[in-house]
Structure formats: structure tokens, C-alpha cells
């Protein structure tokens, strides 16, 4: 079980604290009637699943409840750092 | 009824697990189901704001406590007040004033073991849980609130159906 | 003492004797002994048969890496049905007690006599890949013949029958030292670690404190004098008995403590294991070192073991492995335990090295002992099949052999480190010449290794060899590599020649390590073997990966807490005891449990439900609604951000009026629904489904926190401070009055669809006048605490109107006749609202919802999709299957081309007949066809109606 640090509560806590959201920093158009059809299939299904360092958001869901960011890498499983949500990329 | 297996004395036994006023775990720690009380969620974008809302200080740090009232995340707040406390429900003012007063109960696990027998389901490290503070968490799958009241008395809030789940784990904890 | 027992020495209570069976025959030990030394003392060398070719078997090892001696426990019941019986227990491990009875495996009928054992005389049709060439035989072949065969034969214990009476601990531990291994380097490094004042944890898999030291008489006391010393330390925990089966990231590390399976049953008691998953600072892996087999033709005869057997035997338990024993030894450690056992009165007769030099101190001392000196000699043949009972050695292993009269064969073949949990933990190794091993090198943990595990440790020089050299070529020997799966030296060569390149490739072809042991005494052996095979350094051969458990573990350690009534929380409403008095019969839905139908008077489930149906279409009835997800949404943009994440506009909605929602995914699919009403301009109460409400808190917060954390709104589940009442039926009305306060119930001022805040009973109500059943109703909203009252007090009003309690059997019933959706029951995630049939609750006017643009895409309104209508059977008692498919052509022959299929059937009491829905392609367009639900044997007909409401299409008996 991995520790999580959570960027609110700024401390690390267990991994069966949180829930995994998936890749960070993909913003929800703000007129998706503008998108068209592969724009809107790229924002809603494509994500980079890459080997190495990934952008994802988890959510301390059974701690302070906050959405957050992250950088883990997908080979070694470790994090290498997490961010308040509205961060820019790191 | 569903079919009840016979279950031997050694296995915690039956379907129906029911809470109880009181009972002591495996290993000698007292647990005690508390008397109702007043407790609301409150959520607003800052202490500050709350606080005028409700005419209460806050505590601003999450995990810290203050009369009664816990730091749980940035924005939220739990309340745990006397029974029949009320209020203010902040109409028309950016805050949230929610009555969960019935929501729950709260379990007080006490005794020079009760960090180990919660350690049997909580994965935080309780040896160094500060007196004092409040934090949500988990015991196993359940969802709770725990509150540390002194070296030797933690609060356990959690949802009231998961309660006769929690209080029978507890009890069969044979450490602590 | 008669037997092997030894006149004197040992650790065992000779005080204290304890008796014993094995396979039905009784026996007799000491406290202190493990099964395996009891029984080897009892002259038993035979406990199992191997795994393929069902070759006598007796043990190899004394510690955890014992692949052969695998025997049953049976602790006895606990009443019919009831079991404790333990499949696979390694026999060395396993402490006597009082009255233990154990099984020897894999034999049939008996250990002496087995006839599985046909497959050793058939072993060259059993080679290397057997399985994988066997699976190109013809497939007809495979089923009837041989699998049925090779599944008689082979295997190990059965797995048991009956239910586990006992229960298992679990919990969680923090330390800023986690040392694991007792030996004295672990016993050493805890006590370096106390001394920081942090909190250290210690953990070992035998019944004490010692390790290989345990066998070494001359250190007994210096492990008593630090054992002492280490229980005196406030801040040091001892556990042992405790297996750390895995480690994981960030220094969390599984083990599994036995509590009761040392003790006589009767005096057992708790929890039978406790399973510690412990966070740690700094992680010391003192793990020790496993002695490797020789491996030579007839290595695997019942008394030829491991050195270091012997000696644990001789020095710990007080048991000599012979009458006549000697060494074959290629490491100097055989030459000091020769000289271990024979202080400990074993009549060691020779010590043969394949070596031509041994250290000079050594050899004058075996001689000085008595022992014979054999430099230069490897053993080249072991005469007995179910015991030894001679050897045959001869110089460099291939020149004229001598026979030596012996009843047991200690093998010295060298010392792998335990690297297991090292490598659990990404550690990397580093190929080490003097230990012929692999060491740990760099850690990836905050970790290190000690003692023998860290090739720390003087263990003697000696050779690291695949095999010993012998007269036969290797594809005519049996000689074993890895006992417990049956794999020869030849079986890795053959692997080889057939093209296997990698140790990853040859592991599966051969199965090498791949049996209950890991290999923990194979793995090294065949890579040297692969290695001469291959003609390669073994550092380019690989090494196979190392997975958690380090041994097995039991199921019930692995659940904790989670077993039998505390197998998982049962969510019950505060009604919920008041149903199961009255007799209700439950069903699970989601973590709840709801009360289905209240039979009454032996009625089965289809008479209880017709009657509850009428009574609420006549008169009125009771529903335990309290499960519906519940969340106070509360702000002043609480009505902005409603109608960004439902399909239907929610600004206008007046404060005391509710609405229905309907919520999509942001891919244009339902997920979830719910009526939800305005309790101010700031303030509403939503409603979820049962079964969503977690999932729909969830996703409303990721919008809200991380698409629209402008909006000044916040959500809070509410879900168990309601106790949620459903009165439905034309008397609701006259049911509730005498309870109701400070609310108007009359029509024109509390129409449908309206909330309204007072007391019933006296206690604040949230009443809410919606219909799931199509009926004038009521749902009553109460605080949970006092939800068992008011649910009486409404019960005892109604006696009057003759209210009936209904479960959700009922509700289904209801709502189906009114064609009233379940989401996740007539909707499975790829229905869009028009698919279902609701294109009325799309605000179409509204800029943007969640899920919005993708109900645009061309998919979404293509023909051809599966729309929700409702089927009428030809033959109105036919009740369909839920789930069963539909088809246009019941005569197509098969697979036939599936239309969609029923997603909701019930008999309609109120009707007189059969209900369905069901999704069906382009349903709505064959409104009136016939379609054809293929059954086994037969195919029943239907016809489709667009529309889904069966009962009061126009709605006017809400509005009353
Ligand atoms: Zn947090």
C-alpha cells in the first residue's frame, strides 16, 4: 500500500484513503457545442497512458475530501510529487 | 429471516449484528456508544467566513479542533455540539449549515489499548496521533471520523449503518 | 529412547512427552519438537510421494525451504460441516503438540504402497514440457483421457470441504525499524535499533528466537542473553512465529503471526492467525541463507537431505537422522556439522568432498573425530528406494566406485542468501563468486540486508556446482533440482537443447521453482545447470523474479476481519428490525439490506406481492424507502450548478416544489436519476438511486471541485440522517392527516411534486408528495433516529385504512406498470435519455449539461439503437425471463441475430397479467410487431408496445 501526500493535508497518508482519478489536466471545454465530433471523442476518451512520468489526479476521498494532482511514475509506482488542484502542470 | 448458519463459539457469530450500549473488546478496552447529539457539516471557502456565519471560531488548520468544532479539509468543518444546540442556517451567505445530527453515531473506544485496537482496522499511525486532534479516515472498508480526545479516549463517528459492523470489529480486536 | 532419538541433548522437554499420528499410527515426541523431528525420531523417513512421478519422498530441509515432507493437519471440527484441516503444511514447521494428527498427500491407497508411483517407471514419457506438448495430442485425447488421468495422480494436499471455524486477527503496526529474521544477526541489528529509542519490531517464523544459531549449541547461550535482553526493552515488540510473506512499497510489509496452530486444539483460543501489515522506517532483511542439494542420480532417496537437516536435527531436536551416516559435502559447512553431529552422539562415518583441498584445520578434525576423509570423491549412486541403505562414491565421481553402508546421506552443496523479500522490494542482486549466489546490491527502500542473507556471515568455503559430476550421462539419471515439482537436471538440459534461452522461458518449460516452495532450494542449482547447458556465465542467464507470499498463507490470515458476519457491512435502515419480526424475506441491494415482500400466512413470494400490489392500488401501503442516496446541495449557486449537471432546467424551480432528475454521463449516458426538491433558493434536497448515491456524490464533487470551483455551493451526503417513509395509495392521504402538523395537506395547497417542512409525530418532517408507484403517496422524511417511531405510528393510523407494508418486490411491480425506469436495471450504461423513452427531461434549451455534446454525436441518434418499450406476452400468465434475449426470427438457425433483450418482467395482479420492458433496436418503430424470446425448448411470443406504461397512462390518479 502505497503513502499518498496529500498537498492539504500536507501529510502523507495510506493509499486506502484515496481514490485514483484518472489523467490530471484535462479541463472540460467551456462551450462543448463549439467542439466538433473528434475534438469532443479526443477530450472525452483519449489519454496518454504513458510509461514513465504521469499527470493524474487522486482524491482524498476519506480524509479532507480534495481533489489533487500528481506525478507518478507508471514503471517505478512512485510519486514524485502532488499539487493543489488549479496548480499549473508541474 | 435469511437462513443464520450455526456459527462456533470461537467465530464472531450471527447475521444480525446489533449495536450495544456498551460492551469491552477481546482485548479489555471499554466501548461505549454515546448519547445523540447536535453535529452538523459546514462547509465554507475559508474559517473566516464560517466563523461569522455561525457566530463560532473555527479552527483554520485541518485536523485541528476548537470547542467542539473539527478541521476535516479545507472547506469543511464538523460540529459536535450539546444536543439540542442550533445554528444559523447561513441563508443567502456562501457557506453550507447541514444538520447531520441523526447521520450517525459516535463510538468512544477508551482505555490504555485504544490506539492498538483501532490500529486494527486504521491504517494511521495512532502512536503519534496528537490529543486533540480529528481526522477522517478509514477503519478497514468503513468510513470514519476519529477524534482524539486523550491518550486514552478516541471518538469514532461513523455513518449508522456501518456502526454494528464497526462496533463488532472493534470488539473482536484481540489486541490493545 | 528407542527409535533415532538421542540418549541426551537437544531443545526439547524431554519432560514433557506429547503423542501423536501419522497416517492413523501413533507416535510420541517431546514439547519443543516439530512434526518432522518427532517423526524422524520415530524412524519415519518416508512422508510423502512427489508431486509427478510419485517417488518416495522424506525431508529435504528443517526450515521454511522444505519442499518434500508437505503433510494434512486436521485440528478437528466444530460440528458437521466444520473443519480445520490444512492441506500442504511443511511437516518440519509444524510444532508437535498433544494429540496433533497429520496425513501424508499425494498417495493412493497408502505411502508404501502407491500406485501412482507407475509414473516414475513411465518418467520418460514425462519430460521436460510434458504439459505443453500434451496439449498438441488431440484434443479428444486430452479431455477423456490423459487429464483425468494426470489429475488422480498428480498434485498435492486436497483443498479442504468444510466451512473454517475459526476466526483471524488483522491489524496494522508502525515502526521506525522492522527487523526480519530472528537469527543473531537480526537479534543483533534489533537491539543496535532499540538503542535509538524508536519503536522496533522483530519478527521470526519459528516458535523462538535464535535462527540457524538454534543449531549450534555453542551459541545457545548468547541467543538466550540478547533474546532476554530484547524482551526487556519497552520499545521492542517480538513476534514469533510470524512469517513476513511480502514486501511492498514504502516499507510495507506483510506477515502473518499463528496464534493457535502450536496448541493442542482444546487449547486454542482467539483468533487462530493474525495478519500485521506494518509500516516501517528502515526495513532490516536478516533473513538468513538456505543450503543448497547436490544434485546426482538418486539425490531424492528418503535420507539423503540437506547437512544442515541433520545437524538441526541432532543439536535442536535431539534426533539422529541414521544409524550410519555421511557427508557428501562440496562446502566446508558439511565438514563442521559432521563434526556437530557427531558431538551430538550421530555415528558419522565418512565425510566425502568432491574437493581435492579442504581447509587442513577441517579435515584434522573430522579425522581426530573418527570420521572417515574422502577428498577428491563424489557420490555416484544411492541404493534404496524408500530408505537408504548404502552409497557408492568414487574419485572425481566417475572412477571406480566404493560402497559405503550407510542409512543417511547429509548433502553440503553451499548457501543461497534468502533474497526473497529483497526483491520483493525492487532491491537489486549482484552475482557473488565466493557464495556462488546472487547478494543483495542497491536497495530501492529504505532497506538493508544483514548477517548470512547479506553474505555477511562466515559459512566456510566450498564449490558452486549444477551437478555432481557421475559416471551416466545426465539424460540417464534422476537427479532432482527441484523436488517438490518433480524437475531433473535432464528436464533443464532438455529444456535447453529444445531452444529455451532464458531462465524465465526454461522456469515455465520445466516448472523449475515454480511449485508451493519457489524454489527456495531449486532455483540457484538450475541456473548453474542452465548455465553448463548453455555454456554462459549464470549472470547471463537471468533470474527469475521473487513474488510475494514467501511461503503460502492461509486464505482466512489474508481476510482478517473480513469473514463470516463481519465478512462485510450489512446496511440496515432503523426499519429494518421492525420487518424482520414481521416475518419480511431480504434481498441485498448494493451494501443494503431491504425488506423484498412480508409474506403473510405461508404465502410464497408471488402471492405476497400480488396481495401488496392491490392493497396499494385500493387502498394504501407502507415502504421502507430509507436507502434512496441523499445529498443536501447548499449555496448560492446550488441551483446554477444543479443545472449544469442535470438534463433538465432547474433555476425556475420554485422553492417547495420538487423535480424529477436525470443525470448522464459526460458520454451521453444515464447514470443515475432521482426526484429532488428546492427547500429554499439556496437549498435543495436531492435523491439518488440506492445503489448510486456514493457514485453521484462523487462525480458531482470532481465537477464541482475541478471544472467549477467558482460556484459557491457545497454537497453533503444525507443519505442516513433521513429516514425515508413511502405512503402510497388512494387513502395516503387519510393515513398520514392525524400525524401531520403545520402542513396543509390538502390538494390545492400541497400538490404533487411539492415538499413541505413540519412535524409528524412530533418530530420535524421533510414531507415530500411523489409517487413511485404511479398512486396518490407520500414520502415521509424523518430524522433516522426517530424513523422506527413514526414508521409505527403510521402503521397503527393506517390499521384503520388497511395499510399494508410492501417490499421492493412490490415497488418494482408498481413502478413497472407505470413504466417508470430503474437505472441499472432497464438501463445499463449505453442508453441515452431518448433511448429510454425520457427525451422529455432533456432541457434542450439549455446551452450545456453534462453529457450534452455527446448526445450531438452522430452515434447517439443513428438507427438502429436500442430503445426501452414495453412487451406484452400472447399469452397473458407467460412471465418472461429478466435477461432473456429477443429475437425477430425464432427459425434463423443459430447464433441468431438478437434484437435486445427483457430488462424488466413481472406478473401484474392489478392487470391480470404479464408486464415486461425491454430494449429492443428500433424498438419504438415496431410498435404492435410481434417478437420472439427463444427459451430452452421453446420460443415464447410477444408484442411490443412504445409505450411502457401499462396502468393510468393519463396520470390521474396522482392527481388527487
Ligand atoms: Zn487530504
Redesign the pocket.
Known amino acids: 500500500m502505497l503513502l499518498i501526500h496529500?498537498p492539504?493535508?500536507e501529510e502523507d497518508?495510506p493509499e486506502v484513503e484515496f481514490v485514483y482519478g484518472g489523467e490530471a489536466h484535462i479541463a472540460r471545454p467551456l462551450d462543448p457545442a463549439t467542439l466538433s465530433d473528434e475534438e469532443w471523442e479526443h477530450y472525452l476518451y483519449i489519454r496518454r497512458n504513458p510509461r514513465g512520468r504521469h499527470h493524474e489526479r487522486w482524491r482524498?476521498t476519506h480524509?479532507?475530501g480534495?481533489f489533487f494532482n500528481a506525478v507518478r511514475d507508471t514503471v517505478s509506482d512512485r510519486f514524485e510529487q502532488t499539487y493543489k488542484a488549479g496548480e499549473p502542470r508541474k | 429471516m435469511s437462513d443464520v448458519l450455526a456459527i462456533p463459539a470461537l467465530a464472531v457469530a450471527g447475521t444480525d449484528l446489533a449495536l450495544e450500549a456498551q460492551a469491552v473488546t477481546a482485548s479489555g478496552v471499554a466501548l461505549t456508544l454515546e448519547a445523540p447529539a447536535s453535529r452538523w457539516s459546514l462547509r465554507a471557502r475559508t474559517a473566516q467566513a464560517l466563523s461569522g456565519v455561525i457566530g463560532r471560531a473555527v479552527p483554520a488548520r485541518?485536523g485541528e479542533t476548537l470547542d467542539g468544532i473539527a478541521c476535516l479539509?479545507p472547506d469543511e468543518w464538523l460540529a459536535d455540539l450539546p444536543a439540542g444546540t442550533a445554528l444559523p442556517d447561513g441563508a443567502g451567505q456562501p457557506v453550507s449549515v447541514v444538520d447531520i445530527s441523526a447521520r450517525g453515531v459516535v463510538i468512544r473506544v477508551e482505555g490504555a489499548g485504544a490506539a492498538t485496537v483501532l490500529s486494527s482496522g486504521c491504517p494511521l499511525d495512532l502512536d503519534r496521533f496528537a490529543v486533540g486532534r480529528a481526522t477522517r479516515t478509514v477503519f478497514e472498508t468503513v468510513e470514519v471520523i476519529l477524534w482524539r480526545e486523550s491518550a486514552t479516549v478516541f471518538r469514532v463517528f461513523v455513518w449508522r449503518s456501518f456502526a454494528p459492523w464497526l462496533w463488532h470489529a472493534l470488539k473482536a480486536a484481540e489486541r490493545g | 529412547m528407542s527409535g533415532y532419538r538421542l540418549p541426551a541433548g537437544g531443545r526439547v522437554n524431554r519432560a514433557a512427552p506429547l503423542d501423536f499420528t501419522f497416517d492413523g499410527r501413533a507416535h510420541s515426541g517431546f514439547a519443543g519438537d516439530s512434526l518432522a523431528s518427532a517423526l524422524v525420531a520415530s524412524g519415519q523417513m518416508l512422508f510423502g510421494r512427489s508431486f509427478k512421478y510419485h517417488r518416495p519422498r522424506g525431508i529435504l530441509g528443517m526450515g521454511t525451504e522444505e519442499p518434500n515432507a508437505l503433510v494434512t493437519v486436521d485440528r478437528g471440527g466444530a460440528g458437521p460441516g466444520w473443519g480445520r484441516r490444512t492441506p500442504n503444511l511443511r511437516a518440519p514447521s509444524v510444532p508437535l503438540y498433544q494429540g496433533l494428527t497429520a496425513q501424508s498427500q499425494n498417495r493412493y491407497p497408502s505411502l508404501k504402497f502407491d500406485l501412482g508411483a507407475v509414473n516414475d517407471r513411465l518418467g520418460a514419457f514425462f519430460p521436460a514440457g510434458f504439459y505443453n506438448k500434451t496439449f498438441m495430442w488431440p484434443r479428444s485425447a486430452w479431455e477423456k483421457l490423459y487429464e483425468p488421468a494426470i489429475r488422480r495422480m498428480a498434485g498435492l494436499g486436497a483443498s479442504p470441504t468444510e466451512r473454517d471455524p475459526d476466526h483471524y486477527d488483522a491489524t496494522y503496526a508502525h515502526c521506525e525499524v522492522l527487523v526480519v529474521g530472528g537469527g543473531l544477526a537480526g537479534i543483533d541489528a534489533a537491539l543496535a535499533a532499540a538503542a535509538d529509542g524508536g519503536r522496533v519490531i522483530l519478527i521470526d517464523e519459528q516458535d523462538e528466537l535464535g535462527g540457524g544459531a538454534l543449531s549450534d549449541q555453542a551459541l545457545w547461550g548468547e541467543v538466550a542473553d540478547k533474546t532476554m535482553a530484547l524482551r526487556r526493552l519497552g520499545n521492542v515488540m517480538v513476534l514469533t512465529r510470524t512469517t513476513a510473506f511480502g514486501y511492498y512499497h514504502q516499507n510495507f510489509v506483510g506477515a502473518v503471526e499463528q496464534l493457535t496452530d502450536h496448541l493442542a486444539p482444546a487449547q486454542a483460543s482467539g483468533a487462530r492467525e493474525r495478519l500485521w501489515r506494518i509500516r516501517a522506517g528502515e526495513v532490516i532483511l536478516a533473513q538468513g541463507a538456505i543450503e543448497r542439494p547436490l544434485v546426482f542420480d538418486g539425490n531424492d532417496v528418503p535420507g539423503v537431505m540437506l547437512s544442515s537437516a541433520g545437524r538441526a536435527l541432532a543439536v535442536r531436536y535431539g534426533v539422529a537422522v541414521g544409524r550410519a551416516v555421511a557427508v557428501m559435502a562440496v562446502h566446508d559447512s558439511g565438514w563442521r556439522d559432521a563434526l556437530a553431529l557427531k558431538a551430538a552422539g550421530v555415528n558419522v562415518v565418512a565425510v566425502i568432498d568432491l574437493r581435492g583441498e579442504v581447509a587442513a584445520d577441517l579435515v584434522a578434525a573430522v579425522r581426530g573425530a573418527g570420521i572417515a576423509v574422502h577428498l577428491g570423491h563424489a557420490v555416484t549412486q544411492v541404493a534404496g528406494r524408500h530408505g537408504v541403505s548404502g552409497v557408492t562414491f568414487a574419485p572425481g565421481g566417475t572412477g571406480q566406485g566404493q560402497q559405503l553402508a550407510v542409512d543417511a546421506l547429509l548433502m553440503a552443496g553451499g548457501w543461497t542468501p534468502t533474497v526473497h523479500l529483497w526483491s520483493h522490494a525492487k532491491g537489486s542482486l549482484r552475482w557473488d563468486d565466493t557464495w556462488g549466489a546472487y547478494l543483495p546490491d542497491v536497495a530501492q527502500e529504505n532497506c538493508r540486508a544483514v548477517g548470512a542473507g547479506a553474505g555477511a556471515w562466515d559459512m566456510g568455503a566450498g564449490l558452486a556446482l549444477g551437478t555432481l559430476p557421475g559416471p551416466k550421462p545426465i539424460w540417464q539419471t534422476k537427479a532432482f533440482v527441484d523436488f517438490q515439482n518433480d524437475v531433473k537436471a535432464r528436464d533443464i538440459d532438455l529444456a535447453v537443447r529444445e531452444g529455451m534461452r532464458s531462465i524465465e522461458h526454461i522456469k515455465r518449460y520445466t516448472t523449475n521453482g515454480m511449485a508451493t516452495d519457489q524454489g527456495k532450494t531449486s532455483n540457484l542449482n538450475g541456473l548453474q545447470i542452465a548455465s553448463g547447458s548453455l555454456s554462459k556465465p549464470v549472470t547471463d542467464i537471468g533470474l527469475t523474479t521473487f513474488r510475494p507470499p514467501y511461503t503460502p498463507q492461509t486464505f482466512g490470515a489474508l481476510m482478517g476481519h473480513h469473514k463470516d458476519a463481519l465478512f462485510q457491512p450489512i446496511r440496515k435502515t432503523v426499519i429494518d428490525g421492525w420487518a424482520d419480526a414481521r416475518g419480511a424475506v431480504f434481498e441485498n441491494v448494493a451494501q443494503w439490506r431491504r425488506a423484498r415482500y412480508f409474506p403473510q400466512g405461508g404465502e410464497d413470494m408471488h402471492a405476497a406481492v400480488a396481495r401488496e400490489c392491490l392493497a396499494v392500488r385500493q387502498q394504501v401501503g407502507m415502504f421502507d424507502a430509507s436507502t434512496l442516496g441523499k445529498i443536501e446541495v447548499v449555496g448560492p449557486d446550488a441551483a446554477e450548478f444543479l443545472n449544469r449537471m442535470y438534463t433538465n432546467p432547474w433555476k425556475a424551480l420554485a422553492p417547495g416544489r420538487c423535480r424529477y432528475g436525470l443525470l448522464l454521463r459526460e458520454d451521453g449516458f444515464i447514470t443515475d436519476d432521482g426526484v429532488s426538491a428546492r427547500l429554499a433558493p439556496d437549498r435543495f434536497h436531492l435523491t439518488t438511486t440506492t445503489g448510486g448515491a456514493a457514485r453521484v456524490l462523487a462525480m458531482m464533487e470532481d465537477y464541482l471541485q475541478t471544472e467549477w470551483s467558482d460556484l459557491d455551493v457545497w454537497l453533503t451526503s444525507t443519505t442516513e440522517q433521513w429516514a425515508v417513509i413511502a405512503v402510497q395509495g388512494p387513502l395516503a392521504r387519510a393515513v398520514i392527516a392525524p400525524l401531520v402538523e403545520g402542513i396543509d395537506l390538502a390538494p390545492g395547497a400541497f400538490p404533487h411534486m411539492a415538499i413541505r417542512e413540519g412535524t409528524i409525530c412530533g418530530v420535524p418532517t421533510r414531507l415530500f408528495r411523489v409517487s413511485f408507484t404511479g398512486e396518490l403517496g407520500y414520502e415521509v422524511n424523518v430524522p433516522a433516529e426517530h424513523g422506527r417511531m413514526v414508521w409505527e405510528a403510521i402503521h397503527a393510523s393506517g390499521q384503520a385504512h388497511g395499510i399494508t407494508p410492501y417490499g421492493t418486490e412490490t415497488m418494482h411491480v408498481l413502478r413497472a406498470e407505470k413504466g417508470y425506469v430503474i437505472v441499472g436495471q432497464d438501463t445499463d450504461g449505453t442508453l441515452t435519455p431518448d433511448d429510454a423513452g425520457m427525451a422529455w427531461a432533456v432541457g434542450t434549451k439549455k446551452p450545456d449539461f453534462v453529457g450534452k455534446r455527446s448526445l450531438a454525436r452522430p452515434d447517439m441518434s443513428a438507427p438502429g439503437r436500442k430503445q426501452l418499450v414495453g412487451l406484452l406476452t400472447e399469452d397473458p400468465q407467460e412471465v418472461l425471463e429478466e435477461g432473456a434475449q429477443i429475437v425477430a426470427d425464432p427459425d434463423q438457425p443459430v447464433p441468431m441475430t438478437m434484437l435486445g433483450h427483457v430488462t424488466s418482467s413481472y406478473h401484474s395482479a392489478t392487470l391480470g397479467r404479464s408486464i415486461a420492458m425491454a430494449v429492443i433496436a428500433d424498438g419504438r418503430a415496431r410498435d404492435g410487431q410481434v417478437i420472439h424470446v427463444p427459451m430452452p425448448g421453446r420460443t415464447i411470443r410477444a408484442r411490443v408496445s412504445a409505450s411502457t406504461v401499462f396502468y393510468d397512462p393519463q396520470g390521474s390518479r396522482l392527481d388527487v
Open positions: 496529500c492539504y493535508c497518508r482524498h480524509g479532507c480534495r | 485541518i479539509g
